[in-house]
């Protein structure tokens, strides 16, 4: 049992309080201050992210492409041509291999741009024997709201006020100026990012005190970049022979513009999950505007399905293995919150940033448990 303090008691008898321990609480890595002003700090760095995600996107997608296009410009300079002059030659060839996908789809775009008010028609008037319960149910709902509304007819409305919106016309006039901007921004940092080669790593090696540390550093810096390299190349890949297979299968089933199909295919795999879902949906109303009966209206969508259990459950586990692969929930948490921040191109940068965040936690001590956490 505690012994109470005796208030009568001698100066020197009375207990005193552990200031080392009090200073410890407080100011300890793991104390009051340290979290507080780690939180503020995560809080704030969201804060930046999402309003400043004009800026940031750019700078991302030019870092991963520099990870990824790298490994040509290091093989160029071994044939003896300059890295500026290998950047130039791999932004060059990337911007021309874009323009001419942009050419070749900006046709079935603007097509099926055009036609989709009576695409969506079409479709409705298709399944409309499927929506006809739905509306029953709906109609009552409808019922029910006006008897529970009875007596209350007369009382005031507040007036509406009419709030000036832009039109459809304009919201993609300012998104295709902000998206060329965008876009100029990060061919430029790419191209320097290229050309600058091994400059940043030189500057690292400058700086660390001994030879130790700067051979660990070298070895650290060169397996981060091989691994993420390694792993935005293989997905690429990945995704481009599913858009191929895609493209492929939609020109046997006599869909029209199978390649803009492929394409989307390829572009949406990039997001786990909600991309084969978007090409379920898009490919199952691609069906039914095609085909007259059920079962060829079908095909798109169940080709598709095949395709997708294939490269899912066989391709991807064979090429890429086990190593750098997410915790499913992870991956879920990741496309959640890089969609809100950053919104359909978040999605698409989430599973890439996550992976290059773990790897930066397996190669880094104090951060090694996260990145156990976040592997399978």
């Known amino acids: 049992m ?17 200031i080392k321990k009090l200073r410890d609480l407080l100011e300890g890595p793991f104390g009051v201050k340290s979290l507080t002003l780690t939180g503020l700090f995560i809080l704030a760095a969201f804060y930046t992210l999402y309003f400043g995600r004009e800026f940031f996107l750019p700078i991302i997608l030019a870092l991963l492409l520099s990870f990824l ?4 410009v290091r093989f160029m300079k071994k044939l003896h041509i300059p890295e500026a002059l290998g950047a130039a030659v791999v932004v060059l060839g990337l911007l021309g291999v874009l323009g001419l996908c942009l050419y070749e789809l ?23 024997d499927l929506k006809r319960p739905v509306q029953t149910v709906s109609k009552a709902t409808e019922q029910v709201a006006k008897m529970a509304q009875v007596g209350g007819g007369d009382q005031p409305q507040p007036p509406v006020t009419a709030v000036a919106t832009p039109t459809l016309g304009e919201r993609l006039a300012s998104g295709a100026f902000v998206f060329a901007a965008s876009g100029v921004t990060m061919f430029i ?24 540390d700067k051979k660990r550093a070298v070895e650290i810096a060169r397996q981060i970049e091989t691994e993420i390299s390694t792993y935005l190349s293989t997905v690429t890949f990945i995704n481009i022979v599913l858009g191929l297979a895609v493209w492929g299968a939609m020109a046997l089933i006599r869909v029209p513009n199978p390649l803009l199909w492929g394409v989307m295919a390829t572009v949406t795999n990039y997001i786990p999950y909600l991309g084969a879902m978007t090409m379920y949906v898009v490919l199952g109303g691609l069906g039914f505007l095609t085909f007259n009966d059920l079962p060829h209206a079908l095909l798109p969508a169940g080709a598709f399905l095949v395709l997708n259990v294939l490269e899912a459950y066989l391709l991807t586990p064979m090429i890429l293995g086990r190593r750098l692969t997410l915790n499913p929930v992870v991956i879920f948490l990741a496309l959640s919150f890089w969609g809100w921040l950053w919104g359909i191109t978040g999605a698409v940068l989430a599973v890439p940033i996550m992976v290059v965040f773990k790897i930066f936690c397996d190669h880094s001590e104090p951060l090694a448990p996260i990145g156990e956490f976040l592997g399978t």
């Open 2 to 18: 505690l012994e109470p303090i005796r208030r009568d008691a001698p100066e020197e008898e009375r207990p005193r309080p552990d």
């Open 69 to 72: 296009l790298s490994p040509i």
């Open 106 to 128: 900006s046709g079935p775009v603007s097509t099926w741009m055009q036609q989709a008010p009576a695409n969506m028609h079409k479709i409705e008037r298709r399944l409309r």
């Open 189 to 212: 940092l790419l191209y320097f990012l290229l050309a600058a080669g091994d400059m940043f790593l030189r500057k690292l090696i400058k700086v660390m005190p001994s030879l130790a």
